[in-house]
């Protein structure tokens, strides 16, 4: 038994022309509107007002660490919040610190953080200013 192509549509019924040109319209919609939202992201997040650098930390003693933070300014200094931490070796928070940057004292900045018992490592948080929600 043979089975002709055209013999198929005419015997189950072929879909509406219709539904084909809805499907491509919609998919060239869908991807569209996901490429305008990626390239806003983008374009929105890749230039901070204001982005910092952990550059070296040392372990004072049991109740003191210390750390140098770089700061990088976007096209002028704006007032800014920096935050570091202190973690244990358990890897519990032991210590913040909060500062606000002069942006004339430059670049580096030597910040100590008191801890309630002996940290091992020191992390930058980051840093945000007006209108950057999420610390760079």
């Known amino acids: 038994m043979t089975v002709h192509s055209h013999s198929l549509p005419q015997r189950y019924g072929a879909p509406p022309r219709w539904r084909r040109y809805v499907l491509i319209g919609f998919v060239v919609v869908v991807v569209g509107a996901f490429a305008a939202v990626w390239t806003w992201i983008t374009i929105a997040q890749s230039d901070p007002p204001v ?20 700061l990088q300014w ?20 032991v210590g913040q610190h909060t500062f606000v940057p002069d942006p004339d004292a430059g670049p580096d900045y030597e910040v100590e953080v008191a801890t ?21």
Do not use: F, M
Not at 74 to 93: F, L, M, S
Not at 116 to 136: L, S, W
């Open 74 to 93: 976007g096209d002028e200094p704006v007032d800014a919040e920096c935050t570091v931490r202190a973690i244990a070796q358990d890897k519990a928070i």
């Open 116 to 136: 309630e018992r002996r940290a091992t490592a020191v992390e930058n948080i980051g840093c945000t200013a007006d209108g950057q929600p999420r610390p760079r």
């Open 51 to 70: 982005s910092s650098e952990l550059i070296t930390s040392e372990i004072v003693d049991d109740h003191t660490a210390t750390a140098v933070i770089r």
